[in-house]
């Protein structure tokens, strides 16, 4: 069964830092993964997705994440942090466990919930 | 293009009753997921619809159900409402292949059950 490990539920950086958000996959096949923004009271927002080809994706936002393979991870990061970023970031990695061929659902991590000092 | 649209925001009902949520597709995807968001936690799948078929079925009992329109807009229905059943429930459409197209997501339901 496919699965997503967020480890880090709280991370508080001051703006203008560096961050780097971890997100850890289980999946039997090449995996298709995503990164989502949610702010509060809000729906999903794709931040950027990976499927083959380069194993470093240029999102939106300035983001950026980096397919490891090796290590089953897909880390978000982002060089420096604005105010604005302040949000809740999930990890999803995208497949048809329990569904049944034909389907296309994404299983999400339990999020990171990002706080910025200003 | 208009985006996801879900009605309404927010509702609260009774243990044992019953509840319906709506979903309007952005223009241009033909298939819509549904997700269970509790708090604290991330979005679960619900199940997906393509072409008004249940393409698809998450860990959820059959008191989940849901329809799809020739319009691609969307209901899901909960019987015999349970208290672990208060969440934010989260409709996506996309396209056929929602892993490559992307898909867009609405604001969502805030559902209370008391």
């Known amino acids: 069964a496919q699965s997503v490990t967020q480890p880090d539920i709280h991370i508080t950086v001051s703006e203008g830092a560096s961050l780097e958000l971890r997100c850890n996959y289980s999946?039997?096949?090449?995996?298709?993964l995503f990164w989502y923004v949610q702010s509060p009271g809000q729906g999903l927002q794709l931040l950027l997705k990976y499927f083959s080809g380069d194993t470093l994706v240029q999102g939106i936002k300035g983001f950026e994440a980096e397919f490891k393979r090796s290590q089953s991870s897909f880390n978000l990061r982002k060089p420096s942090v604005h105010w604005s970023d302040a949000a809740e970031y999930f990890c999803?990695?995208?497949?048809?466990?329990?569904?049944?061929?034909?389907?296309?659902?994404?299983?999400f991590g339990k999020g990171t919930k990002l706080s910025v000092i200003p | 293009e208009t985006g996801v649209t879900q009605s309404p925001t927010h509702l609260i009902k009774t243990r044992g009753q019953q509840v319906t949520l709506r979903c309007s597709s952005q223009s241009g995807h033909n298939t819509v997921s549904w997700y269970q968001q509790a708090l604290g936690q991330g979005p679960q799948f619900i199940f997906q619809?393509?072409?008004?078929?249940?393409?698809g079925r998450g860990n959820f009992p059959p008191r989940f159900s849901g329809l799809q329109f020739p319009n691609y807009s969307s209901e899901l229905n909960v019987n015999a409402l349970e208290l672990d059943d208060s969440a934010l429930y989260l409709c996506a459409s996309s396209h056929r292949d929602g892993f490559i197209d992307g898909y867009t997501f609405g604001s969502g339901t805030r559902l209370t059950v008391v």
């Open positions: 999946y039997g096949a090449t995996p298709y």
């Open positions: 999803a990695v995208g497949g048809n466990a329990y569904s049944g061929a034909g389907s296309y659902q994404l299983t």
């Open positions: 619809y393509y072409r008004e078929e249940e393409n």
